[in-house]
């Protein structure tokens, strides 16, 4: 039984149910509450109530610690190896290693703490939206009170700039009209009155409510609270984002894997080689016991979590360029995997201005463009421009909306910001475009006399006299409703004619079918004596002037960048809690795909999630949503194994904005807690930055990939030449200590180095990959095993060279591991063109970074080969010319080997010649 047809006990809380006051009478209302609205509640009543409801204000969430949050930064299994690594390489009295591995974890750690830090903010974003203040009668007198204090009950006064302070059932309403885009995604104001609407009406048609935490933009009201904090349609959405689950990110989540697995493969590895050496190869147990030690840590990429860490800080500075800004780390790579945008309309798609688009007259119907506010464009028609001066009734009907208006256009910081009624500031901007200086008009024909919009009847009347002594009526409202109200029309000629009210039906269908608002003005001339406006002077005696169509206009480059997107094989679909036949519009506008076909949120909920699931492969636009829908939809675009970025700028959308992979606020004209449940924000609240934004990501996940191309096969090669050596009873050729130098000085340049890699050419060519692709695929196993072969046979091929020589082992020694690097090196430029040939001028060229990377490796290399203070640490010697041209030499066979296996692989994997990542299986377009 629903709680609101009972009448409220000493034990039974009021009724909060938000989904029965919209239903009921305002007397109903009353009675349910037990309260007078002329007197309102007393200080007992509001005492007594404010126990059993608590504050208006919404609560906090339950935190941990935040010595327990840093600690939990530990908690992965890398870390744990790289503690370990820290541990032993201690113990081997290598310092600098144990510092280096240190400083990588403490610094991961403390990134990690503080973007979980910030995500925490999404509450507090919400809480901070409720009205600091309100209005009431208590007691029978009007006072201003804390928000927090209002009790289901109060009578609240509404006007024109408050924030509602709780969700209010309307007593009475005045043109009252109310922006609730943060709840709805409808950008214009919404007209409301106070008859009750049916059950299950959407939140945008629920006409006799106004809800916490919108914005009263015209008129005044009286209502009274049904529900406060959570009960309240905010705080309903407050507790569906507490519950709201974060996806962990493809990147991370195969970085666990990828560190499980290899954690568990070096460990068996080195168990098996330390009873292999002491009982097999009889070596003493200390000094295999340090062999397998140092063989442990070079296997173990120690630079990895900072290479990634340093990548995705240069894809952040790079996104911040093209206007997105990220909140967390790991978004950046996730944005690379994106299969499918789900955008928000209002303010995202479009530029949350109205805007004028088509006019109709008595025999042509014109287009109209520009941006927003902005007082300049074009009209035209048949799509050719045309001069304004040659069609008088254009004038006569920009005269009628410039001055039939109560909003004010001002220019702030370059942009042109409507005060007043949106759909009002539009008109003002048609007016210019339509030939009419707006203000000029208002001086020569100044008001005298107005009938305010009201919703009852559905118009506006202003009377005008100029100095002429000459008096009008202008008039401006709801196309059926002014139709009504006339018996002629003005013909092109400018003379008037009979009504044809069928064509102006037709015609006003016709506009609305586009999505867009209509309104229709009308005028008549009265004696300049007449200075007094009635509505028996509008009734029945106007002359029909035209029709206007307003629409939110989709942003210009909007179109070009969903094209980008679907030539990426990236799907975008529009998730709006506007009108279907104004998303449909809109969607055909930007290029959609199917834009007929709409689902509403009545659709969605009489469908199953199987149901759903099959239409979302087709639909592409959903209209009326709540924020559950929203959530609904991105939760099961995930479960067909799509990597969902979903945009938003509205508290609806912050449910939707935290669960999806990667959430995308707008940073303009969002909501803070829009803001802060995102991972991205966009400065610009441009669409098309989303496409800049993807193809950073892409980057990020190449240059990530081709990092771990890069590290796992040179870690490989290093750790393949100790196992080999303890195998087969061999001498090493480098030794534990100057394995760990490589490792220190080619990790932290030669790895650091490819995360600064430029985008690829055909970067948003490519299908997204799978958000279940694995980081380690066979194709990267099989590289790993070609290049470990390589280096050990380059390693022991120079090593016995040496030794043949007659070179003392230092000696040899010292020509290994300079190969070793050598090959590194030109290793480096093979993996820095994944997608096609090294054997190219730009790839040769490379980039600064590489270069200084590998002057920097070069200089260390002749440092312990040299300097005799490194040589007695590392037991070096120096290496006579021509065995260095030899080592170089070396360097230039591996890289020949590796690009021309490259080249046959991906023509037999892929005959037309398509290039393909290393890694990466070929995909169908």
Request: some cysteine; charged content about 20%; proline content about 5%.
């Amino acid at each position: 039984m629903n709680r609101a047809s009972n009448a409220p006990t000493e034990r039974d809380p009021i009724p909060i149910d938000v989904e029965a006051w919209y239903t009921l009478p305002a007397q109903q209302v009353l009675e349910r509450l037990e309260v007078n609205e002329h007197t309102g509640l007393n200080d007992a009543e509001v005492q007594a109530r404010l126990a059993r409801t608590g504050f208006n204000r919404l609560p906090e969430s339950a935190r941990r610690p935040a010595w327990l949050r840093f600690l939990l930064q530990f908690h992965n299994i890398l870390i744990y190896v790289l503690l370990g690594s820290a541990v032993i390489t201690a113990l081997l009295q290598h310092l600098w290693d144990t510092v280096v591995i240190l400083a990588v974890v403490v610094a991961n750690a403390i990134i990690g703490y503080v973007q979980e830090g910030k995500a925490e903010k999404a509450m507090d974003a919400i809480r901070q939206m409720l009205a600091p203040r309100a209005a009431v009668i208590r007691a029978g007198e009007r006072l201003s009170i804390a928000g927090e204090t209002l009790v289901p009950g109060d009578i609240v006064l509404l006007e024109a700039g408050d924030k509602v302070p709780a969700d209010l059932r309307l007593l009475h309403a005045n043109r009252l009209q109310i922006q609730e885009a943060i709840l709805t995604g409808e950008s214009a104001a919404v007209e409301k009155h106070t008859e009750p609407v049916r059950l299950g009406a959407p939140l945008g048609d629920r006409a006799c409510m106004a809800f916490s935490g919108t914005l009263v933009t015209c008129g005044q009201a009286t209502g009274v609270v049904v529900a406060t904090a959570t009960a309240a349609e905010i705080g309903r959405i407050s507790n569906l984002l507490s519950e709201v689950e974060t996806l962990t990110t493809p990147l991370v989540q195969q970085m666990n894997v990828f560190a499980r697995w290899l954690t568990i493969l070096i460990l068996l590895v080195a168990g098996l080689l330390l009873v292999y050496g002491h009982f097999v190869g009889h070596y003493a147990f200390n000094e295999i016991f340090m062999v397998v030690v140092g063989m442990s840590v070079a296997a173990i990429p120690e630079g990895l979590p900072a290479v990634l860490t340093i990548t995705l800080a240069v894809g952040v500075r790079a996104m911040a360029r093209r206007n997105a800004i990220v909140r967390r780390l790991p978004a950046i790579e996730t944005l690379g995997s994106v299969s499918v945008i789900c955008t928000d309309k209002t303010g995202t798609l479009t530029r949350n201005e109205m805007m004028v688009a088509s006019v109709v007259t008595r025999d042509l119907t014109f287009t109209v463009d520009g941006a927003g506010y902005q007082p300049s464009g074009n009209m035209n028609l048949a799509d050719q421009l045309i001069d304004t001066s040659n069609h008088p009734t254009l004038a006569e009907l920009g005269r009628a909306a410039a001055l039939c208006n109560d909003a004010v256009l001002r220019l702030h910081d370059a942009t042109w910001k409507v005060e007043g009624d949106p759909m009002e500031g539009a008109l003002l901007a048609f007016s210019v475009k339509a030939g009419i200086d707006g203000e000029e008009e208002r001086r020569t024909w100044p008001r005298t006399d107005a009938i305010p919009f009201d919703a009852k009847h559905r118009f506006m009347a202003t009377l005008h006299h100029n100095h002429e002594r000459q008096a009008s009526i202008y008039v401006k409202g709801a196309p059926e409703q002014i139709l009504a109200m006339c018996a002629q029309q003005r013909g092109s000629t400018g003379a008037t004619e009979p009504l044809n009210a069928d064509y102006w039906h037709q015609q006003a269908n016709t506009i609305a079918g586009k999505g867009q608002r209509v309104l229709a003005f009308a005028s008549r001339p009265v004696p300049s004596e007449h200075t007094v406006l009635e509505f028996g002077d509008v009734q029945g005696s106007l002359t029909l002037l035209g029709m206007t169509g307003m629409i939110d206009p989709p942003r210009p480059e909007t179109i070009q960048a969903v094209q980008q997107c679907q030539a990426a094989g990236i799907a975008v679909k529009m998730i709006t809690g506007d009108h279907s036949g104004t998303a449909a519009a809109i969607g055909a506008q930007i290029g959609l795909q199917n834009p007929d076909k709409v689902l509403t949120g009545v659709d969605l909920d009489a469908m199953n999630d199987g149901t759903l699931k099959e239409a979302l492969k087709d639909v592409n636009i959903f209209a009326r949503t709540s924020p559950e829908h929203k959530l609904r939809l991105v939760m099961l675009l995930q479960s067909n194994g799509m990597t969902v970025a979903m945009t938003g700028d509205g508290v609806n959308d912050a449910p939707a904005l935290k669960r999806a992979d990667a959430g995308i606020a707008m940073g303009d004209k969002g909501s803070e807690a829009a803001k802060e449940a995102a991972d991205l924000v966009l400065a610009d609240d441009n669409f098309a930055s989303i496409v800049a934004a993807v193809r950073e990501g892409r980057t990020v996940y190449d240059n990530i990939k081709k990092v771990l191309s890069w590290t796992l096969p040179t870690n490989a090669g290093e750790t393949m030449t100790i196992i080999v050596a303890l195998l087969f009873g061999l001498t090493l050729p480098v030794t534990p200590i100057q394995i760990l130098w490589i490792n220190l000085i080619t990790a932290i340049t030669l790895g650091i180095a490819l995360a600064f890699e430029p985008t690829e050419e055909n970067t948003m060519r490519r299908p997204p990959r799978s958000r279940h692709e694995p980081l380690i695929s066979g194709a990267l196993i099989w590289h790993m095993v070609l290049v470990s072969i390589l280096f050990l046979c380059g390693v022991y091929g120079i090593f016995t060279y040496a030794l043949d020589r007659g070179y003392p082992v230092e000696l040899a020694r010292t020509i290994a591991v300079n190969t070793l690097v050598v090959m590194e090196i030109f290793h480096l430029f093979f993996i820095r063109n994944l997608y096609g040939t090294s054997l190219t001028w730009e790839a040769v060229r490379g980039t600064k970074v590489v270069w200084l990377t590998v002057a920097v490796v070069t200089f260390a290399q002749f440092a312990i080969t040299y300097a005799p203070p490194l040589q007695r640490v590392f037991a070096t010697q120096a290496i006579p010319f021509m065995d260095g041209l030899l080592i170089i030499a070396v360097g230039i066979a591996l890289f020949a080997i590796i690009e021309t296996e490259k080249q046959i692989r991906l023509r037999l994997t892929d005959p037309k010649g398509a290039t393909l990542i290393v890694g990466q299986t070929p995909k169908s377009p």
